[in-house]
């Protein structure tokens, strides 16, 4: 079933990438570097980005921050779109290469991706009727508690919540709540909540490894997002140069990271998932405190 999976991230990358290339040829005349500088701030941040991305940090914030410093998107109505387009194949590659090196039960993997598949199409369907900001408030505070819970039990000071995270699937009630779980997580998507951070404190309250909840999210995501960016395509709403330069480079960031994830101490991984929880919170906190709310995949 692992492999059904893979085969057929396969087949949707293919496919997004015909898409793309299309699209990039049949304008290419219309593809301008902006000089050397700039090609070499695309490429480094491609790969630093998606570096953090594969930590499950996320890159679309940062990936922002950096558009704005160096005024790399010159409209920015297109700073959706090369968001979008540009991680598209990285975040795809996340999930493709997190399936062959995180060994995780297959039914469980698969019912908790449709799951949060059905939640981000319901979340986009249903968020315009929703309070979004007071929806966010109560996320960003479920986030910091969460957090806090995960910090006191990896330091043993709650030992209520018991011990181990070693399963590698889960069954029955478990399952169920976990799959209820990753619904609201693709719902919370749809509002700008990120899906990363409250993926990763479900499966650990789950019981189970820490490392399976980056097949889990990234596999997620990467069924998802390349329908969205091939909207952005069609629309022509995105800067292409740069959108081949981030996805080249984030490809080798996601690799590297990969390699270190695989590689990491458990007890390390999970607080690195504390922090990257407390991160999330905060996010969505500003969010919230804002006047305008911009989605993030991650």
Known sequence: MITVVQ???GALMLAYLGVFFQDVWKHRSEIHSDGPLKNFINVAQGYITNFLDTLG??????QTIIYKTFHL?????NVPGTLNVANTIPVMFEGFIFLTIVEVEAFTLIVLIIASIIGGIAGAKVVSKLPVKK????????????????????????????????????SGIPLIASAIGLFFCGVGQSMGVGFYAPCMAIVYFAGMDPLVSFPIMMASCAAVMPMSSITYIKSGKYDK?????IMISGVFGVATAAYLVKSMEKDLLVWIIVGVVIIASITVFKQALTKENTSDMA
Do not use: C, H, Y
């Open 7 to 9: 085969l057929g991230l």
């Open 57 to 62: 940090i996320g890159s679309f914030a940062p």
């Open 73 to 77: 998107v010159k409209d920015d109505s």
């Open 135 to 170: 929806v966010q408030l109560v996320i960003a505070t479920a986030l910091a508690l969460t957090a806090i819970l995960m910090a006191l039990r990896q330091s043993g000071m709650l030992d209520i919540l018991g011990e181990g995270n070693t399963a590698l699937g889960l």
């Open 241 to 245: 140069l740069m959108s081949i330069l």
